[in-house]
């Protein structure tokens, strides 16, 4: 069962959807396709990851597509653990097509389709 937190009045996020970033800690890049407010996983995901490093959950967290020297894979990591990386180029994960249309050089940009 996923804890319920009741969301801030305002949430700042540091970061946009098509932004890439990468892992403070974790050697990881990765382009921004959704944001929670505030932490949405399950609580069996969130006690999966050490007590030392485990991130408040009243921050935005961020659905990525990651890569890294060996696979792409999908991420969820919060604001605190994240910094920005577009200097480093695009990123290279089979889900980005699927999702936006292009590097303009600096973020992704969404399709069409995508935008509200």
Do not use: C
Not at 37 to 61: G, H, L
Not at 78 to 107: K, M, R
């Amino acid at each position: 069962m996923i804890d319920q937190i009741a969301p801030p009045d305002i949430v700042e996020t540091k970061f946009s959807i098509g932004d890439v970033v990468r892992h403070r800690i974790f050697d990881f890049r990765g382009v921004v396709f959704d944001i929670d407010p505030v932490f949405a996983n399950s609580e069996e995901w969130y006690q999966s990851i050490p007590e030392p490093v485990r991130p408040a959950k009243d921050q935005p967290f961020y659905h990525l597509f990651a890569e890294n020297a060996e696979s792409s894979y999908i991420a969820y990591v919060s604001q605190q653990n994240l910094l920005p990386d577009h200097q480093q180029g695009p990123i290279n994960h089979p889900g980005i097509d699927a999702v936006f249309e292009g590097w303009d050089g600096d973020q992704y940009q969404l399709k069409r389709l995508m935008r509200q």
